[in-house]
């Protein structure tokens, strides 16, 4: 049944799959309420070395990934008791994009019309019941391959390469989103802009290779003294610009007072060298009429706090 050119048996692939380690941990979420058609699948995923869990309808299915994080794809039966596929797609898409989650569509009775009505519900591809061992294995593959490569792109569209963090664009993205809500009062923001002190100092002493592992232990510092909720992006060179949301209004100076004090207080490690560095940090807790505005009135504070000697806040 899997590769009918008679060069491999089943154990071969099994062993070569093995050895290179090839889908390792990427589990597959097997929806169908015929338990022969899950074993099937079952037996034929995991020569392929991927994890399978196995639902009986689309409830079980929505509880399973509710529960289990990391699904990598879905292959959803059509005819199913208490939830069908169709009916599982199109909940699933509530929640899962299309470019998060794949969902294959699988109908054994299903007419032309099937696959259409799967693929308009949100599913990615679509198999009829039954299928060779190679047509499961490719579609599960090149699913699974789109979707590795979409968030690759989507990484270096949207992240600072150096640190990870936000890029600008993206910063602006969600931060517009974020002062919307805040606009309708639905919550408060805190925009703060940062700037490491005598960078070029530190560039021109320990070379520019420390200078950006200086950048990112900063940038590390920055982003787990906040929260989850909370935007920062990296604006360029070694500046930093932090969207708070919903900070109590009495400890936004004890907020970025504290990742000041840390920062000044590390020692950085490059190889031989062992650096310090201290940062301005300017903040605007007043709402003002757009997001540009708060970050010009943040900036006007770093510039204070720059003045004033630096290693300081300025709110
Ligand atoms: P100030 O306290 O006034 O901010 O002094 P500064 O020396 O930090 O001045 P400024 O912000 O103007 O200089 C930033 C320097 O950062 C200039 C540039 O050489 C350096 N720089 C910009 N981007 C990078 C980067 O990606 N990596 C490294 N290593 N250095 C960078
Ligand atoms: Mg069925
Ligand atoms: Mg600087
Ligand atoms: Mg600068």
Redesign the pocket.
């Known amino acids: 049944y899997i590769l009918k050119d008679n060069r491999h048996n089943v154990q071969q692939v099994v062993d070569i799959v093995k050895r290179l380690q090839l889908n390792t941990g990427i589990k597959v979420l097997v929806a169908d309420d015929s338990s022969v058609s899950r074993k099937i699948i079952r037996d034929l995923l995991e020569v392929w070395n991927f994890t399978v869990l196995e639902a009986g309808d689309g409830r079980e299915a929505l509880d399973i990934l509710n529960r289990q994080d990391r699904i990598g794809i879905v292959l959803a039966d059509y005819n199913m008791p208490e939830m069908d596929g169709m009916e599982l797609v199109k909940e699933l898409r509530r929640t899962f994009s299309k470019t998060r989650l794949p969902i294959i569509g699988l109908s054994g009775a299903g007419g032309a019309t099937t696959s259409a009505h799967f693929l308009k519900a949100g599913a990615n591809d679509y198999m009829h019941k039954p299928f060779l061992a190679e047509e499961l294995y490719c579609r599960v593959r090149h699913n699974l391959e789109t979707t590795e490569y979409i968030l690759t792109i989507r990484e270096l569209a949207e992240k600072d390469f150096?640190t990870g963090l936000l890029n600008r664009r993206s910063f602006f993205n969600s931060g517009e989103k974020l002062f919307a809500n805040a606009l309708r009062g639905n919550l408060n923001l805190v925009v703060s802009m940062m700037?490491?002190?005598?960078?070029?100092?530190?560039?021109d002493k320990y070379?520019?290779?420390?200078?950006?592992?200086?950048?990112c232990f900063v940038a590390d510092r920055l982003k787990s003294s906040l929260r989850q909720s909370d935007l920062v992006a990296r604006f360029?060179?070694?500046?930093f610009c932090v969207v708070g949301v919903n900070m109590h209004s009495e400890n936004i100076t004890e907020v970025f007072e504290k990742i000041r004090a840390d920062i000044e207080n590390s020692v950085i490690r490059s190889g031989e060298h062992e650096m310090r560095v201290t940062v301005?940090i300017g903040v605007c807790s007043t709402l003002k009429s757009s997001l540009e505005e708060m970050i010009t009135c943040a900036d006007d504070m770093l510039y204070k706090a720059?003045n004033q000697g630096?290693n300081q806040v300025c709110v």
């Open positions: 150096l700037d490491i002190d005598h960078f070029k100092k530190c560039n070379g520019h290779d420390a200078g950006d592992e200086v950048i360029g060179g070694e500046e301005s720059k630096r």
